[in-house]
């Protein structure tokens, strides 16, 4: 299968524990998105790359919130002390980047739901 | 600023009759726009997008939307509902420099038997 991959699937984690994330995008997209859903909500933006710069972060991603790409190809999302309010579903996706082709296509990963205890 | 409004949080249809579920959006720019479906525990997956062609779009599993510019909407339309349709469908706008998507807050479609 070559879509995004996100592991783990599922991770409970106790407060104030430290939480890291993998996403692994289609190969050949440039650009690699992390989004945070939370129940009966639609998915909001947290940060992106191109290649392994982070060109944009939300205001919603605290100083607990590190998210790297250091070869431009996989990502990991980590999250410091974790809180309760921290529980949520991300979601990693990616998509071409403006002069690869058709840049508009953000496809999605099935996401990775932690739950803070 | 970029928004998207879904003006139904639950559309309840019967099989095999129409489905409508509404977006309105508000864009300084001019918007790509996106219907996403979420079935439980699954992730998002693209129904269709507009990105300034033709303003009526047809996606995939016989689902299709319209561009309306002067009523700032882009409806989701189906005219025959599905029992697999049952979901959460999300809109969602995009800049034009394809970085980040704006959702709404999620449609959730039921099809009673």
């Known amino acids: 299968d070559t879509g995004v991959s996100q592991d783990p699937r599922h991770k409970i984690t106790k407060r104030g524990q430290n939480v890291t994330f993998r996403c692994d995008p289609i190969s050949e997209h440039n650009r690699l998105y992390w989004y945070r859903q939370t129940l009966g909500q639609g998915p909001e933006f947290l940060t992106y790359f191109q290649n392994e710069a982070q060109l944009e972060k939300s205001r919603l991603l605290s100083d607990r919130f590190s998210a790297e790409r250091p070869k431009g190809s996989f990502s990991t999302l980590e999250i410091q002390r974790t809180e309760q309010g921290d529980s949520a579903m991300y979601l990693c996706?990616?998509?071409?980047?403006?002069?690869?082709?058709?840049?508009?296509?953000?496809?999605f990963g099935p996401g990775t739901r932690l739950t803070v205890t | 600023a970029q928004s998207v409004t879904q003006l139904d949080s639950h559309v309840s249809v019967s099989e095999g009759t129409p489905v409508l579920l509404r977006c309105n959006y508000s864009?300084?720019?001019?918007?790509?726009l996106f219907w996403y479906v979420q079935h439980p525990n699954k992730g998002l997956q693209l129904l269709l997008k507009?990105?300034?062609?033709?303003?009526l779009v047809k996606g995939i599993n016989g689902f299709e939307a319209e561009f309306k510019k002067s009523e700032t909407s882009f409806h989701l339309t189906k005219p025959s509902a599905h029992m697999s349709d049952a979901a959460e469908y999300f809109c969602a706008v995009g800049y034009s420099s394809a970085s980040k998507i704006i959702f709404g807050s999620g449609t959730r479609l039921s099809i009673r038997p």
């Open positions: 507009y990105t300034s062609a033709a303003t």
């Open positions: 864009s300084s720019y001019s918007p790509s």
């Open positions: 996706a990616s998509s071409l980047a403006p002069g690869q082709g058709e840049p508009y296509e953000q496809y």
